[in-house]
């Protein structure tokens, strides 16, 4: 089992930046992948903000976080950023890191979810 733990959410005025970081910690017979952020307002699906690959080479970003949100990872640690900035309001929405992992145990891979964080950006 992977755990992950996601930290730097809170409330920002608009303008404002955050960042969020997810950490991963589990079995040494795991290995993960891509990482990525998801989002959740009220009312609406989850939806994909940002994705990194393993390397970190290849990064996608929703169109409406081009140029404002950054996502990158530090492999030694495990663990993924989110830098958010030029925050707007219908940015408000909870957070949620997600991770692929191979566990050589299984052969096989699985995705992982963290708790979610709150990201409130006021008017």
């Known amino acids: 089992q992977v755990q992950l733990v996601e930290s730097g959410g809170g409330l920002v005025q608009a303008g404002g930046s955050l960042r969020l970081s997810c950490a991963a910690s589990?079995?040494?017979?795991?290995?993960?992948?891509?990482m990525g952020w998801y989002r959740q307002a009220p009312g609406k699906r989850r939806e994909l903000v940002a994705a990194?690959?393993?390397?970190?080479?290849?990064?996608n970003y929703a169109d409406s976080v081009k140029g404002r949100f950054t996502i990158s990872r530090d492999n030694a640690k495990n663990t993924v950023y989110l830098q958010m900035n030029s925050l707007k309001p219908e940015d408000t929405a909870v957070y949620y890191c997600?991770?692929?992992?191979?566990?050589?145990?299984?052969?096989?891979?699985?995705?992982?979810w963290g708790q979610g964080t709150q990201v409130t950006v006021s008017s």
């Open positions: 997600n991770i692929g992992v191979w566990s050589s145990v299984i052969a096989g891979s699985f995705d992982s």
């Open positions: 589990g079995s040494r017979f795991f290995s993960i992948q891509a």
């Open positions: 990194i690959s393993s390397g970190g080479g290849n990064r």
